[in-house]
T-cell receptor, first 115, second 114 residues
Framework: ETGVTQSPTHLIKTRGQQVTLRCSSQSGHNTVSWYQQALGQGPQFIFQYYREEENGRGNFPPRFSGLQVPNYSSELNVNALELDDSALYLC??????????????FGPGTRLTVL | TQLLEQSPQFLSIQEGENLTVYCNSSSVFSSLQWYRQEPGEGPVLLVTVVTGGEVKKLKRLTFQFGDARKDSSLHITAAQPGDTGLYLCAGERGGGNAGNMLTFGGGTRLMVKP
């Protein structure tokens, strides 16, 4: 148990729809990172939020957006869903402090299927 | 395009055999991490290696970081069915307030048959 929770566990959407995925970080962690893991592949970095501001972004289009709120929660929003967005979405929480980065703890993921 | 290449992609062995998984890159990483992921779960950290040439042991698992900090290996001795899973390596560059994004390899799916 990492103390990181994600909801929902599974989700089915159709092309063109919008989706919001949620993550609850470990208490005291100030950083949340989101990753997309397609079937049979390793996770790909989407973006990171540090103290409620975006702190780095991977090679994902603007229709992938997010936010982090002070109560350790974070959201990943995806607009205009495409079939290729079907994947396991993972969030990971960590602490950035004094220039040092602690371990990232992953949640169990949300399995998104786009039909 | 994966900046970290893992090999092999799939490995099916008998209980008791030894195996090595490789993680290679042309990039230098400040640290490299190994994770194990089971179906329906997120990756779980096994070890972090930081220093070039570093070797870490975790029971039957031995992790090595290359001298140039571009590659790593995971060796499992006397594999057991409980070792079955997806093994992922992930490199970290930079850090601190510049972000600590992880670059993952494609994973090695290991199956250990009893």
């Amino acid at each position: 148990e990492t103390g990181v929770t994600q909801s929902p566990t599974h989700l089915i959407k159709t092309r063109g729809q919008q989706v919001t995925l949620r993550c609850s970080s470990q208490s005291g962690h100030n950083t949340v990172s989101w990753y997309q893991q397609a079937l049979g592949q390793g996770p790909q970095f989407i973006f990171q939020y540090y103290r409620e501001e975006e702190n780095g972004r991977g090679n994902f289009p603007p229709r992938f957006s997010g936010l982090q709120v002070p109560n350790y929660s974070s959201e990943l929003n995806v607009n205009a869903l495409e079939l290729d967005d079907s994947a396991l979405y993972l969030c990971a929480s960590s602490i950035i402090s004094g220039g040092a980065t602690d371990t990232q703890y992953f949640g169990p993921g949300t399995r998104l299927t786009v039909l | 395009t994966q900046l970290l290449e893992q090999s092999p992609q799939f490995l099916s062995i008998q209980e008791g055999e030894n195996l090595t998984v490789y993680c290679n890159s042309s990039s230098v990483f400040s640290s490299l991490q190994w994770y194990r992921q089971e179906p329906g779960e997120g990756p779980v950290l096994l070890v972090t290696v930081v220093t070039g040439g570093e070797v870490k042991k975790l029971k039957r698992l031995t992790f090595q970081f290359g001298d140039a900090r571009k590659d790593s290996s995971l060796h499992i001795t006397a594999a057991q069915p409980g070792d079955t899973g997806l093994y992922l390596c992930a490199g970290e560059r930079g850090g601190g307030n510049a972000g600590n994004m992880l670059t993952f390899g494609g994973g090695t799916r290991l199956m250990v048959k009893p």
